[in-house]
């Protein structure tokens, strides 16, 4: 029989090198911990322009001069799951930030905290309601008949609903990270979904609990989510960057307001379980959501290790759309990543800039006959990310 | 000495014996009592007397009902109430004795189970039997008695007391089978690690840098996880327990709306009707206001 050639001697040694190393790291995590740490989130300045019941219509203060800026103002919708604070996570780490010094006007929906009175909103009320009516603010305010109008996850999906519906308000559509296709089993949400009793939990509960949604996604990868992830952040913690860098995703992660009753119900049984939306079939408000309407330019971002919304639940957009210029781009990151991640913050924001830029109608000069300032409708476009480099999953 | 052991206990002495030292000793105490109270009566005396009559109506019936108790026949019925007691007691306690020895059984079954090699991110033969053997002693043997139906003015209020404990017992069971089937891919993963840390260590392979170790066991159970989370079995599982937690909750609540009742502040179903009034409400009015507002748009140019 072979001897078992464990370097036990080895093992040991190096345990007892990380033994002596662990008093003094242990002081600087004390000291790190015990510090003024700076863990504030979207600290971007911002007023409140428009509100209507818990929701909140932010503008940005512009960076730029008032010559700089593009003419057509870009509203961002984030979804009811977790807060829009994510999107101006730090300094550094601010697609807001990004935006802003690309000379976007920026406008953010503030979805707030839904409470029990809440519970009866439908997707309908957000999309054909709050949504509407702070378009049509944001159109009086500029006089514009159109704006711009990006959407991000079930926000996305809100998007893309509300373009449908009123695409004679919408200049150019983007879309992150957004399901509009639930018929895969590539994630483990749609293959959770299918079974879920909405109709059972809201009336359990009124409003879908934010602390249970948080617990489901927790679930979702438990080992990386509940273990690892807590392992790297004691073997860091006598960083103070990186334990501020944690914290501020910690407060983030787990800020989840509740998600009001009938727009769980509606979106779990019509996009998750009948996957209405990508059919053409979904109505809101006795309307048909017809994705042959969308004809405004489309740019569809997604996340090719995207656990919770797979390539294949974002993909089929830009075919089923009414739109001829429209663009698919599958970056190496998941769900969060084209946000937070420091790689992705000099690729996203500028080309979502670059491509809203190309795309802003230009006023005629005086003397000069109008002519049209659509460029020629690019072909549809799928950029497998060739020239992103690849970036480990968040 | 062993003939006395196997002669059987027959109460039926005992209770003749206490029912004639009763009445010998209530009977004359409560003829005493009455005829010391031959006083005239007075408002004050009206109540005393209520009193005597009252009791000297209660002695009466003792005396009828140990009569009665004093026959045979009557005795003879009683104690055969009184003996099937202990049997009642003897049975639950046999059911309950029966489920420990069957929870036992598996715990054996289990523990010679251990050792044995495993194959990695693989779930089959999930030792349900185990985990779900509590459940089915609930359900075959206790939860009959919750869903019994219950009796009087506050039968309702019973009947929602029963259903919270049942749901809640359900509850409790679903989420130790939940829990328990989270914890297989640690097991797994332990098991995964054991056997390949012994195949590197024949092939002389073995690493130095202890976090080596971890970051394999964390692929491996990330790994064992991926196969769990996408299973039926997780997924049938996963549901059960929702439903059995939406069940508790919704009956937990009944039970605090009946309690919320009794004090002056509104319930959440009182909230939620007027909430949906206050919704349907601002939703009529905003249409009229976006009708009113085109209406106006159209009739500005003509004025």
Same mark, same amino acid.
């Given at each position: 029989?072979?001897?078992?050639k464990?370097?036990?001697?080895?093992?040991?040694?190096?345990?007892?090198?990380?033994?002596?190393?662990?008093?003094?790291?242990?002081?600087? #995590?004390?000291?790190?911990?015990l510090?003024?740490?700076?863990?504030?989130?979207?600290?971007?300045p911002?007023?409140?322009?428009?509100?209507?019941?818990?929701?909140?219509?932010?503008?940005?203060?512009?960076?730029?001069?008032?010559?700089?800026?593009?003419?057509?103002?870009?509203?961002?919708?984030?979804?009811?799951?977790?807060?829009?604070?994510?999107?101006?996570?730090?300094?550094?780490?601010?697609?807001?930030?990004?935006?802003?010094?690309?000379?976007?006007?920026?406008?953010?929906?503030?979805?707030?905290?839904p409470?029990?009175?809440?519970?009866?909103?439908?997707?309908?009320?957000?999309?054909?309601?709050?949504?509407?009516?702070?378009?049509? $603010?944001?159109?009086?305010?500029?006089?514009?008949?159109?704006?711009?109008?990006?959407?991000?996850?079930?926000?996305?999906? $809100?998007?893309?609903?509300?373009? #449908?519906?009123?695409?004679?308000?919408?200049?150019?559509?983007?879309?992150?990270?957004?399901?509009?296709?639930?018929?895969?089993?590539? =994630?483990?949400?749609h !293959? /959770?979904?299918?079974n879920?009793?909405?109709?059972?939990?809201?009336?359990?509960?009124?409003?879908?609990?934010?602390?249970?949604?948080?617990?489901?996604?927790?679930?979702?990868?438990?080992?990386?989510?509940?273990?690892?992830?807590?392992?790297?952040? %004691?073997?860091?913690?006598?960083?103070?960057?990186?334990?501020?860098n944690?914290?501020?995703?910690?407060? +983030?992660?787990?800020?989840?307001?509740?998600?009001? =009753?009938?727009?769980?119900?509606?979106?779990?049984?019509?996009?998750?379980?009948?996957?209405?939306?990508?059919?053409?079939?979904?109505?809101?408000?006795g309307?048909?959501?017809?994705?042959?309407?969308?004809t405004?330019?489309?740019?569809?971002?997604? &996340?090719?290790y995207?656990? %919770?919304?797979?390539?294949?639940?974002?993909?089929?957009?830009?075919?089923?759309?009414?739109?001829?210029?429209?663009?698919?781009?599958?970056?190496?990151?998941?769900?969060?990543?084209?946000?937070?991640?420091?790689?992705?913050?000099?690729?996203?924001?500028?080309?979502?800039?670059? /491509?809203?830029?190309?795309?802003?109608p230009?006023?005629?000069?005086?003397?000069?006959?109008?002519?049209?300032?659509?460029?020629?409708?690019?072909?549809?476009?799928v950029?497998?990310?060739?020239?992103?480099?690849?970036?480990?999953?968040? | 000495?062993n003939?006395?052991?196997?002669?059987?206990?027959?109460?039926?002495?005992?209770?003749e014996? +206490?029912?004639?030292?009763?009445?010998?000793?209530?009977?004359?105490?409560?003829?005493? +009592?009455?005829?010391?109270? &031959?006083?005239?009566?007075?408002? %004050?005396?009206?109540?005393?007397?209520?009193?005597?009559?009252?009791?000297?109506?209660?002695?009466?019936? /003792?005396?009828?009902?140990?009569?009665?108790?004093?026959?045979?026949? #009557?005795?003879?019925?009683?104690?055969?109430?009184?003996?099937?007691?202990?049997?009642?007691?003897?049975?639950?306690?046999?059911?309950?004795?029966?489920?420990?020895?069957?929870?036992?059984?598996?715990?054996?079954?289990?523990?010679?189970?251990?050792?044995?090699?495993?194959?990695?991110?693989?779930?089959?033969?999930?030792?349900?039997?185990?985990?779900?053997?509590?459940?089915?002693?609930?359900?075959? @043997?206790?939860?009959?008695?919750?869903?019994?139906?219950?009796l009087?003015?506050?039968? %309702?209020?019973q009947?929602?007391?029963?259903?919270?404990?049942?749901?809640?017992?359900?509850?409790?069971?679903?989420? #130790?089978?939940?829990?328990?089937?989270?914890?297989?891919?640690?097991?797994?993963?332990?098991?995964? !690690?054991?056997?390949?840390?012994?195949?590197?260590?024949?092939? =002389?392979?073995l690493?130095?840098n202890?976090?080596?170790?971890?970051?394999m /066991?964390?692929?491996?159970? @990330? &790994?064992?996880?991926?196969?769990?989370?996408?299973?039926?079995?997780?997924?049938?599982?996963?549901?059960?327990?929702?439903?059995? $937690?939406?069940?508790?909750?919704?009956?937990?609540?009944?039970?605090l709306?009946?309690?919320?009742?009794?004090?002056?502040v509104?319930?959440?179903?009182?909230?939620?009707?007027?909430?949906?009034?206050?919704?349907?409400?601002?939703?009529?009015?905003?249409?009229?206001?976006?009708?009113?507002?085109?209406?106006?748009?159209?009739?500005?140019?003509?004025?």
């Amino acid at each position: 029989m072979a001897e078992a050639k464990i370097p036990v001697d080895l093992i040991l040694s190096k345990l007892a090198g990380d033994a002596e190393k662990a008093p003094e790291r242990i002081q600087k #995590a004390k000291d790190v911990l015990l510090s003024e740490l700076d863990t504030a989130i979207a600290t971007t300045p911002y007023e409140v322009v428009y509100q209507e019941d818990r929701v909140k219509l932010k503008h940005y203060y512009p960076v730029l001069p008032k010559n700089k800026l593009m003419k057509t103002p870009l509203l961002v919708v984030y979804a009811l799951i977790n807060r829009e604070t994510m999107l101006d996570l730090q300094p550094g780490r601010s697609i807001v930030q990004n935006f802003l010094n690309d000379g976007i006007d920026l406008y953010m929906i503030d979805w707030g905290y839904p409470t029990r009175k809440d519970k009866f909103l439908t997707i309908d009320d957000h999309v054909n309601g709050y949504m509407d009516n702070i378009v049509d $603010f944001i159109r009086r305010k500029h006089n514009l008949p159109k704006i711009n109008l990006m959407g991000i996850c079930m926000g996305g999906a $809100f998007s893309v609903m509300y373009s #449908a519906l009123h695409p004679e308000k919408i200049q150019n559509l983007v879309t992150t990270v957004t399901p509009t296709n639930f018929d895969t089993d590539q =994630g483990l949400l749609h !293959i /959770w979904m299918k079974n879920v009793d909405a109709d059972r939990m809201v009336k359990t509960y009124g409003n879908m609990p934010g602390d249970l949604m948080n617990l489901g996604f927790l679930l979702l990868n438990p080992a990386r989510l509940m273990i690892d992830k807590y392992v790297g952040f %004691l073997e860091n913690v006598d960083n103070k960057n990186f334990v501020e860098n944690f914290v501020r995703m910690e407060k +983030w992660i787990f800020d989840s307001p509740d998600v009001p =009753g009938e727009t769980f119900r509606q979106f779990i049984q019509d996009c998750y379980q009948k996957n209405l939306l990508i059919q053409s079939k979904m109505e809101l408000g006795g309307r048909r959501v017809d994705l042959k309407k969308i004809t405004m330019p489309l740019i569809n971002f997604y &996340g090719q290790y995207d656990h %919770l919304v797979p390539p294949a639940a974002c993909e089929l957009l830009t075919s089923k759309v009414g739109s001829k210029d429209t663009q698919d781009i599958c970056l190496k990151t998941g769900h969060i990543g084209i946000y937070v991640s420091s790689k992705f913050q000099k690729e996203f924001a500028p080309k979502i800039a670059n /491509w809203l830029k190309e795309r802003e109608p230009v006023k005629p000069k005086r003397g000069v006959k109008k002519t049209s300032s659509r460029k020629k409708p690019a072909k549809k476009k799928v950029a497998k990310s060739g020239s992103v480099p690849a970036s480990p999953q968040p | 000495m062993n003939e006395k052991k196997t002669e059987t206990f027959d109460p039926k002495p005992l209770l003749e014996a +206490w029912l004639k030292t009763a009445t010998n000793f209530w009977g004359p105490v409560l003829e005493t +009592w009455s005829a010391t109270s &031959g006083t005239p009566e007075t408002s %004050l005396n009206q109540a005393e007397s209520r009193t005597m009559k009252n009791l000297d109506s209660a002695l009466k019936s /003792w005396k009828v009902l140990s009569s009665v108790m004093s026959e045979p026949e #009557a005795g003879k019925s009683i104690l055969e109430g009184i003996q099937t007691l202990p049997e009642i007691v003897l049975k639950m306690t046999q059911t309950g004795w029966d489920g420990y020895l069957k929870l036992q059984q598996q715990w054996y079954e289990r523990l010679l189970g251990i050792g044995q090699s495993t194959e990695a991110y693989r779930f089959d033969n999930l030792d349900q039997d185990a985990v779900n053997v509590w459940r089915e002693i609930y359900e075959k @043997e206790f939860q009959r008695l919750l869903h019994m139906p219950q009796l009087g003015l506050t039968r %309702l209020y019973q009947e929602r007391a029963n259903t919270t404990l049942d749901n809640f017992t359900l509850f409790q069971a679903a989420i #130790a089978e939940f829990l328990q089937l989270l914890f297989l891919p640690m097991e797994k993963s332990i098991q995964v !690690i054991q056997e390949k840390v012994a195949e590197m260590a024949d092939e =002389g392979q073995l690493p130095e840098n202890p976090k080596v170790y971890y970051q394999m /066991w964390i692929k491996i159970l @990330e &790994g064992h996880y991926m196969t769990l989370l996408k299973s039926p079995e997780y997924t049938t599982k996963m549901d059960t327990t929702l439903g059995a $937690f939406d069940n508790f909750i919704a009956s937990k609540n009944e039970i605090l709306q009946d309690f919320l009742q009794t004090l002056p502040v509104p319930t959440d179903k009182d909230m939620d009707e007027l909430y949906q009034e206050i919704y349907l409400l601002k939703k009529r009015m905003r249409e009229h206001e976006k009708t009113h507002e085109v209406e106006t748009s159209r009739q500005e140019p003509q004025s």
